[in-house]
């Protein structure tokens, strides 16, 4: 077996022939040559520990190496010289690999990419390592055909954009033919300026295999070497590093895939399962990959495009979408611990108002509330009770929750069109023969798009944290202040109701579009941008905010739901509090708080939520059972009501109400 070793600045990779070699061992054996490599001659220093690259684990020095180390492994070693001090410089302190403690699986699956027909769910599957992928045949005909193209531009010497020329400002600077590929690549180090954190690795596998969608649509001129390069990378998990600050997003997302591009080329940082974040080149080879070489053009095939901002966005209208489902079932649950009508998800009034979004949330609300086949104990408590109709934050929710839903469905629509869009410029068209200067790069369309989901998931927040405050507020509630025992003594939930309401503010200023600014850049070049990076970001933010704000509110309604036992609620919705009491008790008393908020945001972003309710939603509309009439007394019914209703309360026969505002 073979590991790769660190000690501060190389790294060195060193064989083990034999079963006794030991951790002591490679960590002297490393030592002795790096010692020789870099006439390193402080004979007194020693090692002082080795630890696993990927989660830091400190190893035992008498353990067997492959016991506890893999091969093709990455370790790094730390010698006793290397504690910092003031005075000692820079390059003998040890460079430590940032860790990345969630790994990733390989998947045995292939997902086949055409360029034409991703679509978001796929990518988001694709970042989870679900999937790796190939091209079609068709594809790499397209590919084939585009590359053939650029080599005969590069033979006959003509001046052509980006291929014979230099970028953007340099557009007029013609580069001498001996002198391209070092065109290629100096634009790819110079663009690779972004700044901040990197990208999960589950967003860098979406980043390049979205660029790997797109490059196979062949109008890019990539050549086929590199692409199946690309490929390979990402199919073992080979990430390179990619901060995700920087585009303005025109012309595309340049320095982030500028990254992307840089860690394939061996240069830069790189992220793997086996070795954490190490140097890019180490991490390929420890692969059995090389890197990329770039021809003419391959430099910026590789970063013209939108596809930061589009992988982004698809997590995010992905994320959205299932928030939203789930949205309408803790409203449900709020709805009935706090003792509210039926009546206002009455069939007949939303198609009335027939927008899609709507009359499916109220459909939504009818098959999880009270109803023939799932009654609620709750609901029959007070069924003749002298409320006459509920909050806009209960009654209204398939009007401000439908919205949302059709939101994501047109965000989904652009996103979707985005990913399976050829981004380059120029454009290469091998069937003319031509190549062609265009704008597909600027990222205007999903940057809009981003600013719309925002605001349309934000009200989901919106709206949640005001049904929570009237599920804490025992002047509306009629349960105990804060919902809990002994108020004063305990607080309950009322600083998770500031936390919500604190988030639900930090959105509103989230949710300001980023896509209406625009600042000049390249010379004046590229004088308008879409500033579609921040608002992917932003969208993302926003989504995570809208998960622990409901997160907060279905805590609050499964603890409502504690004082009015011995009553249950419908059968779904019982469901929902048993998976929520599976990982968070209810509360007696005053407890730590914040790990019951996460627990249960994990189960809204896993879909655990909708998954339970799911069969129950499903045979209520496969019956098409009758909707439930718990009347109000604004309620007015033609004819007798004896002979207009069953013994189980549900609607029969035409009813006329009247007007309620």
């Not at 599957?125 to 594809?139: F, P, R």
């Not at 007015?636 to 189980?648: A, D, E, I, T, Y």
Request: glycine fraction near 6%.
């Amino acid at each position: 077996m073979k590991v790769n070793v660190r000690i501060r600045d190389e790294w060195l990779l060193i064989p083990c022939k034999t079963q006794e070699c030991t951790v002591e061992w490679l960590g002297n054996e490393a030592l002795h040559r790096y010692r020789g490599l870099k006439g390193y001659n402080n004979n007194s220093d020693s090692v002082q520990e080795i630890r696993r690259s990927q989660g830091g684990s400190l190893l035992f020095p008498d353990d067997p190496i492959e016991d506890v180390i893999e091969d093709n492994d990455f370790v790094y070693v730390v010698l006793h010289s290397d504690e910092f001090t003031p005075v000692k410089p820079v390059h003998v302190i040890p460079v430590i690999p940032d860790r990345v403690n969630k790994e990733l699986e390989e998947p045995t699956e292939f997902l086949a990419l055409d360029g034409c027909s991703l679509s978001t769910d796929d990518l988001v599957k694709l970042g989870k390592a679900d999937y790796k992928i190939k091209l079609t045949d068709s594809s790499w005909d397209k590919v084939k055909k585009a590359r053939e193209l650029l080599d005969h531009i590069v033979r006959e010497n003509k001046v052509v954009y980006g291929i014979t020329t230099g970028f953007g400002n340099f557009a007029s600077t013609v580069i001498a033919p001996e002198k391209l590929r070092d065109l290629q690549e100096n634009l790819i180090r110079s663009h690779a300026a972004g700044v901040g954190s990197p990208l999960t690795p589950e967003r860098t596998r979406r980043l390049l295999a979205l660029r790997i969608n797109v490059l196979a649509k062949g109008y890019s001129g990539i050549s086929p070497k590199v692409l199946s390069q690309m490929i390979d990378a990402f199919n073992v998990s080979c990430l390179p590093w990619i901060p995700e600050k920087g585009t303005v997003g025109a012309s595309g997302d340049l320095a982030p895939l500028s990254h992307l591009a840089l860690g394939m080329m061996g240069e830069g940082k790189m992220w793997s399962p086996r070795s954490g974040w190490s140097e890019a080149n180490c991490v390929l080879k420890a692969h059995g990959l090389e890197p990329i070489k770039l021809g003419p053009k391959e430099g910026l095939a590789l970063i013209n495009g939108t596809q930061l901002i589009t992988a982004l966005g698809a997590e995010a209208v992905e994320r959205a979408a299932m928030i939203a489902k789930q949205a309408d079932v803790i409203a449900s649950l709020t709805l009935d611990v706090l003792k509210g009508t039926t009546s206002a998800f009455d069939t007949d009034i939303h198609l009335a108002r027939p927008h899609k979004g709507q009359i499916a949330v109220a459909r939504r609300f009818q098959s999880l509330l009270h109803s023939e086949i799932f009654p609620s104990e709750i609901s029959q408590s007070h069924r003749f009770c002298n409320r006459v109709q509920d909050s806009y934050t209960l009654r209204c929710c398939p009007q401000v929750h439908g919205v949302v839903n059709d939101t994501i469905d047109f965000v989904r629509q652009i996103i979707s069109t985005e990913m399976n869009s050829a981004t380059d410029n120029p454009m290469v068209f091998a069937e003319r023969e031509q190549t062609i200067s265009g704008g597909n790069f600027h990222g205007e369309y999903p940057a809009k798009a981003m600013d719309y989901l925002a605001i349309g998931v934000h009200e989901l927040a919106n709206i949640s944290e005001r049904r929570t405050e009237r599920l804490v507020n025992p002047a509306l509630s009629e349960l105990p202040a804060f919902l809990v025992k002994e108020g004063g003594l305990n607080s309950g939930f009322m600083i998770a109701h500031c936390t919500a309401a604190a988030l639900v503010s930090e959105n509103k200023v989230l949710t300001h579009p980023s896509s209406v600014d625009t600042l000049s850049t390249s010379a004046g070049q590229e004088d308008h941008v879409s500033m579609g990076g921040f608002a992917a970001r932003k969208a993302l933010q926003v989504v995570e905010h809208v998960e622990q704000v409901l997160a907060i509110e279905l805590l609050a309604a499964c603890q409502g739901i504690e004082f009015l036992r011995p009553l249950k609620t419908t059968a779904p919705l019982e469901e929902v509090h048993k998976i929520v009491r599976s990982v968070v008790a209810p509360w007696n008393k005053d407890r730590y708080m914040s790990p019951a908020i996460d627990a249960v945001t994990k189960l809204l972003q896993e879909g655990k939520i909708w998954k339970v309710v799911k069969p129950f939603m499903d045979k209520y509309v496969s019956e098409q059972l009758k909707e439930a009439d718990v009347r109000s007394p604004t309620s007015s019914v033609l004819g007798k009501r004896q002979n207009g209703m069953n013994n189980g309360g549900a609607r029969t026969s035409k009813r006329v109400r009247t007007k309620s505002k």
